[in-house]
Each structure stands twice: as C-alpha cells, then as structure tokens.
C-alpha cells in the first residue's frame, strides 16, 4: 500500500526526504503525467544526502553531474517500486514547474530575497525530484506561516556584493564575485545569503555538498 510513510522510509535509505506534497487540481494537470492525484517532491535530508552519494556508484565514478545521475537513478527506482511516474527538475527543455510545485505543497515559499524557503530547509532547500502518483494518499496539514515570520532577516544584508535581495537576484555580479579571489569563502564554503538563514544553518549540509554546488555553479 502506498502511504506517505513508506515513501519517506524508501527515500531515506537514500538520504533523501520528502519536502512537500500536494493533490493537484485541473490548473496542475498540464504539467503533470494524465491521472496524477499526488505529487511529492524529493529533495537532500540534511546531512544524510551526501554520504549516501559518495557511497553510491555515482559518486565515486568520476563521471560528470552524478548528483543528477544519482536523482535520477534511486527516484526512478522508488517510482517503479511505487507505481508512479518520476519526474526532475533537469533535463530540459521543457523544464519542470518545481518551484510553482514547492509553493503549492504549503511547505515553501518565496523569500524576502526571492528563492525559496523551506519550512525545514530553509534557503538550503532543492528539490532532486518528484513522485506523480496515481492514487490519492493522506497528506499532513501544512504548517500555517513560512519561517520568515518573526526572523530578523538576516538574508537581506548577507550577500557581500548585493547580488540577492528584494530586487531579485543579480546572476552577473554574484558570479563575478564567486569567480574572484575575494569569494574564496563562498565558493568553498556555500552561498552566505543561503547560510545566513536560521533553518538553513541547521539543516546540517556539510561543506563538501555546499563547495560542489558553488564550483558547479562556477563553472
């Protein structure tokens, strides 16, 4: 039987959890496999993803994108295993709604700077996947306000070029910046905007998983 449970025991094993869910509408149904009545979307538990994929053949390869490579093997196991219809945000052309998906499981919304927030992850949250289920399984009550509510925001001000805030995200300049000798810290150790947020910084990513994000994004 599937069940919300058995989903998140099965991602688990892999270091992965589920980040959201929602029953879709009519409005969803465009997006998504014909039949889908659940979506639940995948993404790192903290610091349980990156020891899983360095122990995985993936991660030991030396072969190119094996985040992706890993996502798509172990998710689309777990939707076969499940009867479902694995679904990533690569891959595209044409490019999954993830983000208008995170948004619609009541479980992550747009921060002050613009990227999403997650309830557990916090700016940290990405989403490596995601189950389309035929069957319409029980879901949690999300919770009633995103984590901003009563935080200091210390996003706002933690970028040391001002490349993410209100505005927007200035790609230029924080690439720029990440390319220079000065942000050494942030291609090493991870986005300081991202860091900067209470749930983020205990979610627990290791440095390592944050250096290979920035010196992806680097290149």
Do not use: N
Not at 84 to 108: D, E, I, N, Q
Not at 110 to 123: F, K, M, N, W, Y
Not at 189 to 208: D, H, I, K, T
């Amino acid at each position: 039987m599937r069940t919300l449970a058995r989903i998140e025991a099965a991602a688990a094993r892999h270091g992965l959890a589920v980040m959201g869910a929602f029953h879709p509408a009519r409005t969803d149904a465009p997006d998504l496999p014909p039949g889908t009545r659940t979506l639940v979307l995948l993404g790192p538990d903290g610091g349980a993803f990156w020891p899983a994929l360095g122990a995985a053949p993936e991660g030991q390869d030396g072969a190119p994108d094996p985040v992706d490579r890993f996502s798509r093997r172990v998710i689309g196991r777990m939707a076969c295993d499940l009867g479902a219809k694995a679904l990533f945000p690569f891959g595209g052309p044409p490019w999954r709604p993830f983000y208008a998906w995170a948004v619609r499981s009541g479980r992550a919304w747009p921060s002050p700077v613009r990227l999403l927030v997650h309830e557990r992850a916090g700016l940290m949250i990405s989403y490596r996947g995601a189950l389309a289920l035929r069957g319409r399984i029980a879901l949690p009550d999300p919770p009633h306000a995103p984590p901003c509510t009563g935080c200091a925001r210390p996003c706002l001000t933690a970028c040391p070029v001002g490349a993410l805030g209100p505005e927007g995200y200035d790609v230029p300049a924080c690439r720029a910046h990440v390319a220079s000798p000065e942000g050494l810290a942030c291609r090493s150790g991870g986005c300081r905007v991202r860091m900067a947020c209470p749930p983020a910084a205990a979610f627990g990513l290791p440095e390592a998983q944050r250096a290979h994000h920035m010196e992806a994004f680097h290149r």
